[in-house]
């Protein structure tokens, strides 16, 4: 068994407002357009911008697969075939299907450079085509010591479309790596506090969304073809959330920066020898009273702005790109007009101050206490629909036992009555039930997407994993899901054969 011993010391700090990002986006229409301009004042200046490494990421394009017909001297194909009663469809997936399903792109690794980091592993369920969620992961040195290797971990999950999750999966770490290698510390070769490093990683946020939004401006008047234009905005059209963890191993530090509603989550064994689950950050939503009361406190006399646990109709409070939320009014119409942008807010929504949105996040840092197992379970809420952070914590601990334990997976698997969907609104529950939590998979997030959907109820996760889209999202958002084990011995012994 592992180590049930408690101990920890924990240093939690929320970042304050160190940097306030409800900036003002001017914009005045060039040539025949010049006589109605739109004035408004910007009040946060950043003076690294166009410095920063990487800026220029707007100008390249996405690969887009491409068919070329070619000529042919053979007969057209025939069309040949007696009708059929039904569609030959094949049926749906069988337990070896699901299992290739939901471990499809999941990956293990070893950490053995990295002190205090044991293994990580991750995996990533789609249900939009293309999936909306990206993600990286690996190590990279200290901003002020080379000597001292860092670990990051990241999820992105875009809405409305994939690029601008995509655009955060190049840029973001390189923008907050930017942001803190300007910061110095007070004694060469030694860490920052905590509250400049939370202000530096703030700062590459706001940075990155910044210039999102400021070269959306700059492109729809500049004199570049239509089709560049288009491609250039497309992440200002698009949105993301972002949560990003770096571990700082000199000092067993993990940074926690979140913006939006994905979720990270602390696991470690108390005194009594259970699982805790430490909130490492809170979904930023329109049901989040104290994001409702920022919200209401920057735009006062705007009582409309959140209904319903919505944002002007967004679910989330804070995210990268979704312009419609900031631009001004009446630049939403003329690139609506001249470019096919997203409809403008108006006239469902009374518009009169934005941006409404901010890509801020919130920062935390926490002690990992060397002494005791711990691991971090980050995931999009296409997880945590169906979880609650104890429920993950569990499951993850359960999966760590059932390893250490002689016997290893083997369990019975029950018998469930037939199921259909109409099930559920007789009762059943869509989230987690303890009674379907099945043990059978070598990589801890694909454990945790396993028993999200159904668990050992083979005909439920069946069911669920047999829709594609567009018809999954309703019962399933994409899920992308990484979890990395502090301080726990021999796991890398028992690494999947196959990463």
């Given amino acids: 068994m592992l180590l049930l011993g408690m101990g920890r010391t924990r240093l939690r700090v929320t970042t304050t407002s160190t940097l306030r990002t409800r900036t003002k986006y001017s914009w005045a229409p060039k040539g025949p357009r010049a006589s109605s301009p739109f004035r408004s004042t910007k009040y946060i200046a950043l003076a690294t911008l166009f410095s920063t490494p990487g800026l220029w990421w707007l100008a390249t394009t996405s690969a887009d697969a491409t068919g070329h017909s070619a000529a042919c001297d053979d007969d057209p194909p025939r069309l040949e075939g007696p009708p059929t009663e039904h569609e030959g469809v094949e049926p749906g997936p069988s337990k070896d299907q699901v299992t290739r399903i939901i471990s499809r792109g999941a990956y293990s690794f070893a950490v053995r450079n990295v002190p205090g980091v044991s293994r990580y592993d991750g995996a990533q369920l789609a249900s939009n085509s293309l999936c909306e969620d990206k993600f990286i992961h690996g190590r990279f040195p200290s901003p002020w010591n080379k000597d001292n290797q860092w670990m990051a971990w990241a999820i992105f999950d875009g809405h409305s479309g994939w690029q601008t999750a995509e655009l955060l999966r190049q840029q973001l770490l390189p923008f907050v790596r930017h942001s803190l290698s300007q910061q110095k510390p007070f004694s060469s070769g030694k860490s920052l506090p905590d509250e400049l490093v939370h202000h530096a990683i703030v700062k590459g946020f706001v940075s990155l969304d910044d210039s999102i939004v400021k070269t959306a401006l700059s492109t729809a008047e500049s004199r570049i073809p239509l089709q560049e234009k288009i491609k250039k905005l497309a992440p200002a059209y698009a949105g993301s959330c972002a949560l990003l963890s770096m571990y700082d191993s000199s000092t067993s530090t993990l940074h926690v920066a979140c913006t939006g509603d994905s979720r990270a989550v602390l696991g470690q064994k108390d005194s009594d020898g259970r699982w805790e689950a430490v909130a490492l950050s809170v979904d930023q939503t329109g049901r989040n009273q104290e994001e409702v009361s920022r919200l209401r406190k920057e735009h006062p006399g705007e009582e409309e702005i959140v209904k319903d646990g919505r944002v002007l109709g967004l679910a989330v409070s804070r995210a990268f790109g979704d312009c419609q939320w900031k631009w001004p009014l009446e630049f939403q119409k003329d690139v609506q007009r001249r470019f096919y942008g997203p409809s403008p807010l108006t006239p469902r929504y009374a518009i009169q101050t934005p941006p409404y949105l901010t890509a801020e996040p919130v920062v935390t840092s926490t002690k990992i206490n060397p002494d005791i197992p711990s691991f971090l379970i980050m995931a999009t809420d296409g997880l945590w629909d169906f979880l609650s952070n104890q429920q ?50 070598d990589n801890a997030a694909v454990h945790l997407v396993r028993n999200s959907l159904g668990g050992n109820h083979h005909e439920l996760i069946a069911g669920r994993l047999a829709l594609g889209p567009p018809f999954s999202r309703r019962l399933r958002d994409d899920s992308t899901v990484q979890v990395v084990f502090f301080n726990v011995p021999d796991l890398e012994s028992r690494m999947p054969s196959k990463l």
């Fill in 392 to 441: 993950a914590v569990d499951l993850v601990g359960r999966w760590l036992e059932s390893r250490s334990a002689a016997d290893g997976n083997s369990t019975r698997e029950p018998t469930h009555e037939p199921f259909d969907f109409g099930q559920f609104w007789k009762g059943v529950s869509w989230k987690f039930v303890a009674g379907r939590t099945t043990v059978q998979d």
